[in-house]
């Protein structure tokens, strides 16, 4: 009774109740039903006007107990190998969540992007970019993921267009070669609501037999960060902001 006053109510139902009401919840399947409504509702507030972009990215989520024996995870905040469990989060540009897919073994994020992720997406956004648009450009794609580097893979790419026509923004691994400084250019972007300016250069790559477009990002001290993307339709200092 005490507590319930606290919060403004008559009095607060004890923790077994909550549970009770949790599991019916659970029972009749409504989470997944209000989670596609926050969905779609996040999704039309964060509409733009050059396509849908999911950023995904995989969190070590420790286990502390005794009655299960997990796989170990190397948690870079405590720079350890831990037992535990990956939740690999679907974010907007500005961090916050769409959806989250729990990894139970060892599952890469290749594998969760592939089983689990991209049937989720295609599913809340089938009526967002209609097959009509699709057949009529090529280049367009239905929507755009974005993660780094423990995803890459060209031939994932490829895999991911031709299928779904899915496209992807994520780190090149494995760039030994300097491009040239001058063929750097200032380029105004959006970072999160804010303007910044960076100097980026664009030159067209094939790998695993498909075209793609490689854009680099060089710092004041001449070190070249290397992006590729399977999407032609963004500008390249919208890839560099978004990346």
């Given at each position: ?36 409504e ?30 299960a ?5 190397f ?34 994020l ?95 790559v094939?790998?695993s ?13 001449g ?21």
């Amino acid at each position: 009774g005490e507590f319930g006053k606290l919060l403004g109510l008559d009095r607060c139902p004890e923790v077994k109740c909550l549970r009770r009401k949790i599991g019916e919840i659970v029972d009749q399947q409504k989470a997944r039903q209000f989670n596609s409504e926050l969905f779609s509702h996040w999704l039309d507030e964060q509409h733009q006007e050059d396509g849908f972009y999911f950023y995904i990215d995989g969190h070590v989520r420790v286990y502390h107990g005794n009655k299960a024996t997990l796989p170990k995870r190397f948690v870079s905040r405590q720079k350890l190998c831990l037992a535990g469990t990956t939740e690999y989060w679907v974010n907007n540009e500005i961090g916050m969540p769409y959806l989250v897919v729990t990894g139970h073994l060892n599952e890469k994020l290749k594998i969760v992007i592939k089983e689990q992720i991209i049937p989720l997406l295609i599913a809340e956004c089938k009526n967002r970019v209609s097959e009509e648009l699709l057949n009529n450009d090529e280049q367009l794609p239905r929507f755009t993921i974005v993660f780094d580097r423990e995803a890459y893979e060209p031939a994932f790419f490829k895999w991911l267009w031709d299928n779904y026509r899915v496209a992807v923004i994520s780190y090149r691994k494995n760039v030994t070669n300097q491009w040239p400084s001058d063929e750097f250019l200032p380029q105004l972007t959006n970072v999160i609501g804010k303007t910044v300016s960076m100097k980026l250069a664009e030159q067209p790559v094939e790998l695993s037999g498909m075209n793609m477009r490689e854009i680099r990002k060089e710092s004041d001290n001449g070190h070249q960060t290397s992006i590729v993307t399977t999407n032609h339709k963004l500008g390249l200092q919208h890839i560099g902001g978004r990346m």
